[in-house]
Protein backbone atom coordinates (compact mmCIF):
# COMPACT_ATOMS: atom_id res chain seq x y z
CA UNK A 1 0.00 0.00 0.00
CA UNK A 2 1.66 3.15 -1.50
CA UNK A 3 -1.25 5.51 0.24
CA UNK A 4 -0.46 9.49 0.69
CA UNK A 5 -0.18 10.86 4.15
CA UNK A 6 -0.18 14.77 4.31
CA UNK A 7 0.55 16.66 7.58
CA UNK A 8 1.18 20.84 7.75
CA UNK A 9 1.09 23.74 10.28
CA UNK A 10 1.56 27.02 10.79
CA UNK A 11 4.31 28.65 13.27
CA UNK A 12 2.79 30.67 15.66
CA UNK A 13 5.34 34.00 14.16
CA UNK A 14 8.13 34.46 12.51
CA UNK A 15 10.59 32.15 12.55
CA UNK A 16 14.78 32.14 11.62
CA UNK A 17 16.13 29.15 13.86
CA UNK A 18 16.94 25.71 12.20
CA UNK A 19 16.26 24.48 15.53
CA UNK A 20 12.58 25.61 15.58
CA UNK A 21 12.06 24.29 12.30
CA UNK A 22 13.43 21.00 12.54
CA UNK A 23 11.10 20.59 15.76
CA UNK A 24 7.91 21.66 14.35
CA UNK A 25 9.04 18.88 11.41
CA UNK A 26 9.86 16.26 13.74
CA UNK A 27 6.02 16.97 15.16
CA UNK A 28 4.34 16.76 11.89
CA UNK A 29 6.48 13.22 11.49
CA UNK A 30 5.03 12.19 15.39
CA UNK A 31 1.88 12.82 13.69
CA UNK A 32 2.48 9.76 11.23
CA UNK A 33 2.74 5.77 11.10
CA UNK A 34 6.74 6.64 10.27
CA UNK A 35 8.52 4.03 11.88
CA UNK A 36 5.63 1.20 11.58
CA UNK A 37 5.33 1.93 7.64
CA UNK A 38 7.96 2.41 5.47
CA UNK A 39 8.45 5.76 4.01
CA UNK A 40 8.80 6.15 0.38
CA UNK A 41 9.28 10.22 0.21
CA UNK A 42 9.83 12.83 2.92
CA UNK A 43 9.02 16.76 2.10
CA UNK A 44 9.09 19.90 3.78
CA UNK A 45 7.96 22.85 2.58
CA UNK A 46 7.89 26.54 3.77
CA UNK A 47 5.63 28.93 2.63
CA UNK A 48 5.36 32.84 2.96
CA UNK A 49 9.08 33.82 3.22
CA UNK A 50 9.81 37.66 3.71
CA UNK A 51 13.31 39.20 3.29
CA UNK A 52 15.26 39.43 7.03
CA UNK A 53 14.56 42.95 8.18
CA UNK A 54 16.81 45.48 9.69
CA UNK A 55 15.00 44.06 13.52
CA UNK A 56 15.91 40.51 12.04
CA UNK A 57 19.92 41.23 11.21
CA UNK A 58 22.50 39.05 12.69
CA UNK A 59 24.49 41.22 15.59
CA UNK A 60 29.01 41.78 15.36
CA UNK A 61 29.99 39.58 17.83
CA UNK A 62 32.87 42.65 18.26
CA UNK A 63 30.68 46.22 17.83
CA UNK A 64 32.70 48.72 15.91
CA UNK A 65 33.04 51.91 17.00
Given at each position: DQGLCTRSMALGGASATEGELASATALLLDRTQAGSRPVRTLGVQLSRLAPAGE??????????G
Open positions: ADRQLDLFPR
